[in-house]
């Protein structure tokens, strides 16, 4: 396999978008011209139209907070390392590329490769609680995906975009509305592209270590950044081991732990069910009550009362 040789000519940093996710990338050889950047809380979104030196380059991307949607709306040939392996993409028009918080990517620029480039951008955050707010499974599994066509994400990408080119710029509720249809739709690829047994499993000190620290803080929610930290492996890596060794991902973990221990104080003590609620990590009675008979089948009060 040939090795990817780098640059000599000084790196540069395109300082212009504010999209931290965007412009932490070192660019060598070419710098992208932009057609538009434009960040919003819920996601950010940037258009490449060509490169402003017509020679080939290399751009290196440190591994971010964000997921990052890069649609190739030419079906461009594309030359990268992604999570440090190689690849060779052939994408056809508006498939994109997915890839996850804490994951670096290496590209091989040319000026063809580097035009007609869209960018969307998700912080890990933002999607973590969209997803919450609909029930859905977290966004911690989430995996990297070289080369994606799924039409749903590939709709919500041409629909942004050409909104983008109105001379009325697209308002909030399109904004919110294509952010929480891209989540929702990335969980599901998530679930139909199961494990292939290829991911290693944690080891036994790894998985000791945060479960012992998610079941300590089962009131309090722990972010997915802590626990990878204390099995000392990136998010994603993290989340995908995680997973391959209790067959749940970590959000799913942390909830079913939250159960059992709700079913504990509900038979063995007169609490209050408000008292029940934030012991399990529930801001709201009412919020914990729907989520224990959405898993239970039963309510709090009848779970108390032997309806189990």
């Known amino acids: 396999m040939r090795q990817e040789q780098p640059l000599t000519t000084v790196a540069k940093r395109h ?6 996710s965007y412009d932490s990338a070192a660019w060598t050889g070419l710098m992208p011209e932009l057609s538009h950047a434009v960040s919003r809380p819920a996601m950010q979104t940037v258009y490449q139209t060509a490169a402003m030196q017509q020679k080939p380059g290399e751009v290196s991307v440190p591994a971010g907070s964000s997921f990052v949607l890069v649609f190739w709306a030419r079906g461009q040939q594309v030359e990268c390392r992604l999570d440090q392996r190689r690849a060779d993409l052939k994408p056809k028009p508006w498939d994109f590329t997915l890839i996850p918080p804490g994951v670096e990517s290496w ?3 040319t000026p063809d ?3 007609d480039v869209f960018h969307m951008h998700l912080p ?3 999607l973590s609680a969209a997803v919450e707010r609909e029930e859905a499974r977290g966004a911690a599994s989430i995996p990297l995906l070289p080369v994606c066509a799924d039409p749903v994400v590939r709709e919500n990408a041409r629909w942004l975009f050409h909104a ?3 001379p009325e710029p697209p308002g909030d509720l399109l904004w919110v509305a294509i952010h929480l249809s891209t989540a929702l739709r990335l969980i599901r690829l998530s679930e139909t592209r199961a494990d292939s047994g ?3 499993k944690l080891a036994p000190w790894q998985l000791k270590r945060v479960t012992e620290r998610m079941c300590d803080r089962i009131a309090e929610p722990v972010r997915l950044e802590e626990l990878a930290a204390l099995a000392k492996l990136s998010p994603f890596h993290f989340a995908r081991a995680f997973k391959q060794s209790t067959g749940l991902p970590p959000h799913r973990y942390q909830l079913l732990r939250r ?3 709700a079913k504990e104080l509900l038979a063995a003590s007169e609490q209050p069910l408000a008292e029940v ?3 399990c990590g529930y801001a709201s009675q009412k919020a914990f009550a729907r989520m224990f008979q959405r898993e239970t089948g039963f309510t709090p009060t009848a779970w108390r009362n032997g309806g189990r």
């Open 113 to 115: 490769v580097a035009r």
């Open 164 to 166: 983008l080119g109105d």
């Open 15 to 20: 300082a212009a978008t504010r999209i931290e």
């Open 259 to 261: 159960m059992e221990r």
């Open 107 to 109: 590209w091989r620029t």
């Open 198 to 200: 290829r991911t290693p």
């Open 277 to 279: 609620a934030a012991a």
């Open 124 to 126: 890990m955050g933002e």
